[in-house]
């Protein structure tokens, strides 16, 4: 199986602060990292898909880069609602993998 | 507009099977060109994706519980549904169907089913 480790795992910010998480991937996976947000009792939301691109309806404050074993999601000014936690999933091959997420809360 | 809309048993007994039904609308599970996977998520063990099911009705079981699982689609009533054999208490877990937008990334997921074991 490919594994996929998150850094952090929490991290405290302010709104309006450039937040950056960070995804590393067991062996090459191409661009098959997808990103999402979870906020508590609701189900993940996709955020980016295939490493870089932005899921229709997302605001343009997020973006994903990367490739082959190390991927990053950045939030370029935090707002209250991305108080949240978020995971990136490999999608390279099944069984896919998620990694352990990354709690973002507020300073 | 998508919707998945699961049921099923939030509460099942040790070595028993559990069940649940993932009912879609605004897309067809056999003809709109997606796959569909179940997905659940523990404390202890995090987001962990359980199978694919494709358009075809052919399926996709991660192997940790393949000996277990099974994954169906009912074309007729538009739905898939997942059976999970001998449970325990390692099976307690939030449960949620979801589609795959493309090669593996899911955008529209379902509301999700807290399943219990214990007797």
């Known amino acids: 199986d490919i594994q996929v480790t998150q850094s952090p795992s929490s991290l405290s910010a302010s709104v309006g602060d450039r937040v950056t998480i960070t995804c590393r991937a067991s062996?090459?996976?191409?661009?098959?990292l997808n990103w999402y947000q979870q906020r508590p009792g609701r189900a993940p939301k996709l955020l980016i898909f295939a490493a870089f691109n932005l899921q229709s309806g997302v605001p343009s404050r997020f973006s994903g880069s990367g490739s082959e074993t190390e991927f990053t999601l950045a939030i370029s000014s935090l707002q209250p609602e991305d108080f949240a936690t978020y995971y990136c999933?490999?999608?390279?091959?099944?069984?896919?993998?998620f990694g352990g997420g990354t709690i973002v809360d507020i300073k | 507009q998508l919707q998945l809309q699961q049921s099923g048993s939030g509460l099942v007994k040790p070595s028993q099977t559990l069940s649940l039904t993932c009912a879609v609308s605004g897309d067809s599970i056999s003809s709109g060109g997606h796959s569909w996977s179940w997905i659940r998520q523990s404390p202890g063990k995090g987001l962990e994706w359980i199978a694919y099911?494709?358009?075809?009705?052919?399926?996709d079981y991660t192997p940790s519980l393949r000996s277990r699982v099974t994954v169906s689609l009912d074309r007729a009533k538009n739905h898939f549904s997942l059976e999970l054999d001998s449970v325990t208490a390692a099976d307690t877990a939030v449960y949620y169907c979801?589609?795959?937008?493309?090669?593996?990334?899911?955008?529209?997921w379902g509301q999700g089913t807290v399943v219990t074991v214990s007797s």
């Open positions: 979801a589609r795959d937008l493309t090669s593996g990334a899911f955008d529209v």
């Open positions: 062996q090459d996976i191409r661009n098959y």
């Open positions: 099911v494709y358009p075809s009705g052919s399926t």
């Open positions: 999933q490999q999608s390279y091959s099944t069984p896919l993998t």
